[in-house]
């Protein structure tokens, strides 16, 4: 059984820096999933979820959405089995919960058979 545990989420002020981590619990040793970061926002529902950034497996090919290019990085550790979100200056509007996905390939990452975490609430607020 696959488990994706997310963690890192909290209440900042718009401009600040948070990291979000994401654990993958399983029978490998290594974590060889392409994987991706989402959020929903206040108000939508879970299939409007945005895919905010993914990568594969071993982090040659990476995705951001325009609104994070420059401000988010997402980076792995096959080895902790770990993938994180640097999220930098922070907007109001980047306040959602976050949740973390994992699948066989970079293109079925966030599809419903997908692996998913249960997210962390991201909120920027002054």
């Known amino acids: 059984q696959v488990q994706l545990v997310e963690s890192g989420g909290g209440l900042v002020q718009p401009g600040d820096s948070l990291t979000l981590s994401c654990l993958v619990s399983?029978?490998?040793?290594?974590?060889?999933?392409?994987m991706g970061w989402f959020r929903q926002a206040p108000g939508k529902e879970r299939k409007d979820r945005e895919l905010?950034?993914?990568?594969?497996?071993?982090?040659?090919?990476?995705y951001y959405t325009d609104s994070v290019q420059g401000r988010f990085t997402i980076s792995r550790d096959n080895a902790k089995k770990t993938m994180y979100l640097q999220m930098n200056t922070l907007k109001p509007e980047d306040t959602a919960v976050y949740y973390c996905?994992?699948?066989?390939?970079?293109?079925?990452?966030?599809?419903?058979?997908?692996?998913w975490g249960r997210g962390t609430q991201v909120t920027v607020s002054s």
């Open positions: 905010v950034a993914s990568l594969d497996w071993n982090s040659s090919i990476l």
């Open positions: 996905a994992a699948d066989w390939t970079l293109d079925a990452v966030g599809s419903p058979s997908s692996y």
């Open positions: 399983d029978e490998r040793a290594e974590n060889t999933y392409a």
